[in-house]
């Protein structure tokens, strides 16, 4: 990935700034959505998904999110939002809790944007026993693949979020970029935060939803929002750049499902997610 003028470390990186939670009272977090991690026209859902999983972390007496299910239910906007959690089952090994963001509108009424139920555990504690048939993606080195700079064309709407992240994409799957999709529903790419601050368990809850969707590889562009996104973190990541691949087998009835894959530089398959978005409306 591209070097860092000062490299960022865990705690001390614009990603930590920006998942800031505030305790209220107890499970409850005042929260600043940043517009730095807004996409045309709202807040990524990924960035949220970690937003609440730092709540969650915060409330449950296991520190790291294992499975994370998110129904996101009214698009979140940037400006001040309320994280309501609520400890559901605690045990020797896991814990689960809920959690709901809230926002207001100019009249003052609460709206929820999003509802989460997730199950945390203490990764460091799981055994080393790995029996797979899953493999890394294929995707060529960082030096050929291709970034914004590459001349990919602009989203309409807000595309802060790529000026906080550091996406390399599989020239295969780069297709709509120059107005040849190639209709296989597919994404691949190296993975890595601006600057340059190394991934952990939560920062995994935004990478899974950080490429671009594979709507555009089937000809499809505009906002494809997040109906329900479920996310399994199977492991600590390694230092260095993620592997991401995502991909889509079925666009019908206006819906299609999103399958992720992170990888990490140990070959490791961290972070598995399946997500439910509306396909976007253009041709």
């Not at 499975?67 to 400006?79: E, F, R, W």
């Amino acid at each position: 990935m591209a070097e860092a003028a000062t490299q960022a470390t865990v705690g001390n990186s614009e990603f930590d700034r920006d998942t800031a939670i505030t305790r209220r009272a107890d499970g409850v977090y005042d929260v600043e959505l940043s517009a730095g991690w807004t996409i045309i026209h709202a807040v990524n859902g990924g960035y949220l998904l970690a937003l609440m999983g730092r709540a969650l972390g915060d409330a449950l007496p296991h520190p790291d999110p294992f499975s994370v299910s998110a129904h996101y239910l009214t698009a979140s906007q940037p400006g001040p939002a309320v994280i309501r959690t609520q400890t559901v089952r605690t045990g020797r090994t896991l814990s689960t809790g809920q959690a709901s963001l809230f926002q207001y509108e100019e009249d003052g009424t609460e709206v929820e944007r999003i509802r989460v139920l997730a199950t945390y555990g203490d990764l460091d504690s799981l055994p080393d026993d790995v029996r797979t048939a899953a493999v890394p993606p294929a995707i060529p080195p960082l030096e050929q693949c291709l970034g914004p700079a590459d001349g990919q064309p602009s989203i309409p709407g807000s595309s802060a979020i790529t000026e906080r992240l550091d996406i390399k994409l599989d020239p295969a799957t780069v297709g709509w970029a120059i107005g040849a999709p190639s209709g296989k529903g597919e994404m691949r790419g190296w993975f890595g935060l601006a600057d340059g601050r190394d991934a952990d368990p939560l920062s995994l809850l935004l990478t899974v939803d950080a490429l671009p969707p594979t709507s555009f590889e089937l000809g499809l562009s505009g906002w494809t929002p997040t109906v329900e996104l479920t996310t399994h973190i199977r492991c600590r990541p390694a230092p260095g750049p993620l592997r991401v691949s995502i991909t889509t087998r079925n666009l019908a009835g206006g819906f299609l499902e999103e399958d992720a894959d992170v990888w990490d530089s140990a070959d490791r398959l961290v972070a598995q997610s399946r997500q439910l978005a509306k396909a976007p409306r253009g041709q």
